[in-house]
């Protein structure tokens, strides 16, 4: 996608913070006498956290920059969830980590990715990694970590857990807090759920959500018409992503000779957009076509000391680029091509002999 920039994050953390789990797992059977989770889908069983392409740096002067991450309390305060993770019951806070960048102040909210592994104090971070699991860049892409909102917040950071670590929220005592909080945590990550699931299909995924180079490519590239019977000149734009077709993207289309039907368009299920570019004159057409995409990503942050033991971050981002093809079409009068001469009399013509 992007090359990766490493920064150096210095944390500073509350001792009474230090991780996403804070209290131990139970026993299976406890757990099951709690309750089951309130939400699994039978289409997509979530997977263990395996979805960091992880780039640990060469040596300390990899990772760059500097800064603090502490947790950050959302509107309403910060809510704890239960939740079984392994077949045990876990009780966790869901405050948002934000991360400070010393060199711009710029904050940068994430989740936990992984509700098993602790955050260590005055650590440094590395901007590091992608996240390659679709189903949570559609989630983290779509619902980011919400200061704004204590409930929105903890079904968001139970539902990351849920595609991360196989984790399900407990039903019907979901929190600590009361009934309608209860209620209201469960309700929406039940819909968070449900939407990822029903969004991504982990064994077809968008091509939008996967790697790969973004290609415009116009048909046919170069064309020959000629005058008066041939006028329209019909092309198409197809737009890919790894060799897939991206649908649902505008693309615009400038010619500098003849007349187009349209300037833009919207590319369909098979990544395509139809145009007609005319003229009844002699003459030659470059036709350009651009198109500017969006690729959503998560990015993810991990400890530069411990990168596979200590906690990952990850937080919503995207890429926008734009990508551009060439094609051409010419017009010719009849008048202006050359003629053959037919033979004139007294020529000699040889024919080939047919056989039966």
């Known amino acids: 996608m992007q090359s990766l920039v490493w920064r150096s994050l210095s944390m500073s953390i509350n001792r009474n913070e230090r991780s996403c789990r804070r209290i131990v797992v139970m026993a299976a059977l406890l757990a099951a006498l709690l309750g089951a989770g309130s939400y699994q889908s039978a ?3 979530p997977k263990p956290w395996t979805t960091v392409q992880q780039e640990e740096p060469a040596n300390i002067n990899a990772c760059l920059g500097s800064g603090t991450q502490l947790p950050v309390d959302p509107a309403g305060g910060t809510i704890t969830i239960f939740i079984t993770v392994n077949n045990g019951l876990l009780q966790e806070r ?3 980590h934000q991360i400070t960048v010393t060199e711009t102040a710029a904050k940068i909210d994430n989740f936990c990715l992984d509700i098993l592994k602790p955050i260590p104090d005055n650590a440094t971070f590395c901007d590091s990694s992608l996240a390659d699991d679709p189903r949570l860049i559609y989630l983290i892409t779509n619902y980011p970590p919400d200061v704004t909102n204590n409930i ?3 079904a968001r950071q139970a539902a990351v857990w849920h595609f991360t670590n196989n984790g399900v929220l407990r039903v019907p005592d979901a929190t600590t807090g009361d009934a309608a909080t209860d209620a209201a945590v469960i309700a929406a990550y039940d819909a968070l759920v449900a939407e990822v699931e029903q ?3 982990p064994n077809n995924p968008p091509p939008l959500f996967l790697p790969g180079a973004i290609t415009l490519t ?9 005058l008066p019977g041939a006028p329209q000149h019909d092309f198409t734009l197809s737009l890919t992503k790894g060799g897939k077709p991206l649908a649902g993207i505008t693309v615009t289309v400038a010619s500098t000779f003849g007349t187009l039907d349209k ?4 590319t369909d299920a098979n990544g395509e957009s139809a145009f007609i570019l005319s003229s009844t004159k002699a003459g030659t057409a470059t036709i350009t076509a651009t198109a500017v995409v969006t690729v959503p990503f998560v990015g993810v942050y991990i400890s530069e000391a411990n990168p596979t033991s200590d906690q990952p971050f990850g937080s919503n981002a995207s890429e926008t680029e734009n990508v551009e093809a060439v094609a051409a079409v010419t017009w010719e009068d009849p008048t202006a091509l050359d003629v053959v ?7 000699r013509l040889y024919l080939p002999m047919l056989r039966d």
């Open 94 to 96: 869901t405050p948002v």
């Open 341 to 347: 001469e037919e033979p004139a009399a007294g020529h």
């Open 263 to 266: 300037t833009s368009g919207v």
């Open 152 to 154: 929105t917040q903890a």
């Open 218 to 226: 116009v048909t046919p590239t170069d064309t020959l018409r000629i």
């Open 43 to 45: 289409q997509a069983t």
């Open 199 to 201: 969004a991504i299909d």
